[in-house]
C-alpha cells in the first residue's frame, strides 16, 4: 500500500525529517485501526514524486474485531456494560471470558486505502500527525495505491523502480554485495 503525492516544498533536511515523522504518524494510525504493519518506508526524488510505503499483512480486515474489556470485578464493569449491551456496532456480547469481559464490535475501517484516504483528504493528514510542509504537498493532491496499482509509478519513474525492488527483494544494496561475497565460500 502506498501513499504518492507529489514534491514536498522545503530545504531536504525539512523534507526528510518531515516525512520519517508523517510516515511513523501514518503507520501508528494503521497499527491503531488494527492493520498489521511489517515495513514502512519513504522515497522521493524531491522533484515530481513522494512515495510513503507500507507492507501490510492485510489491506482488508475482517467486518468484525474482538474488544477486550474490564476485570469483571472492577469499577468499570457498569460503564462497559451501559456502552455496548444493545449498540448496534456489537455483533455478539458481551460476555466474560476468564476475569475480563469481552464483545466483539463492528469496524468502523476494514481497509486501509480507506482508513488512509479518510485522514488524508480534508487536512492533508495534520489531525493525525502529518507534517505541516508534507501536509501541503498532499492537500495539493495524493492517491492512495496498492499492489498492481503501484506499477503506475513504476513505470514512469526508474529511481523508485529500483527503489521498489530493493524493498520487495528486503536485503539492502548495501548488505547484498556483502552477502554475495560471503556465500561464494559455501
Given at each position: ?176 554485495s556483502w552477502v554475495e561475497e560471503h556465500s561464494k565460500g559455501e
Amino acid at each position: 500500500m502506498a501513499v504518492v503525492f507529489g514534491p514536498v516544498e522545503a530545504v531536504p533536511d525539512v523534507v526528510w525529517g518531515q516525512l520519517y515523522r508523517s510516515l511513523d504518524s501514518l503507520k501508528s494510525l494503521l497499527e491503531n485501526w488494527g492493520f498489521k504493519v511489517y515495513r514502512a518506508r519513504v522515497w522521493t526524488d524531491e522533484k515530481t514524486a513522494t512515495v510513503l510505503l507500507f507492507e501490510l499483512e492485510k489491506s482488508i480486515l475482517t467486518r468484525f474485531r474482538l474488544h477486550r474489556g474490564p476485570p469483571v470485578f472492577s469499577g468499570e464493569f457498569w460503564r462497559f456494560m451501559d456502552k455496548y449491551l444493545g449498540s448496534s456496532s456489537v455483533a455478539s456480547g458481551p460476555w466474560v471470558e476468564g476475569d475480563r469481559l469481552m464483545v466483539e464490535v463492528e469496524r468502523r475501517f476494514k481497509d486501509a486505502a480507506i482508513l488512509l484516504r479518510s485522514c488524508l483528504e480534508n487536512d492533508g493528514g495534520v489531525s493525525v500527525g502529518v507534517r505541516g510542509k508534507v501536509a501541503e504537498a498532499v492537500k495539493r493532491g495524493f492517491r492512495v495505491l496498492r499492489n498492481l496499482e503501484l506499477w503506475e509509478v513504476l513505470k514512469s519513474n526508474d529511481r523508485f523502480n529500483c527503489y521498489m525492488s530493493e524493498f520487495l527483494d528486503g536485503l539492502p544494496t548495501w548488505l547484498k554485495s556483502w552477502v554475495e561475497e560471503h556465500s561464494k565460500g559455501e
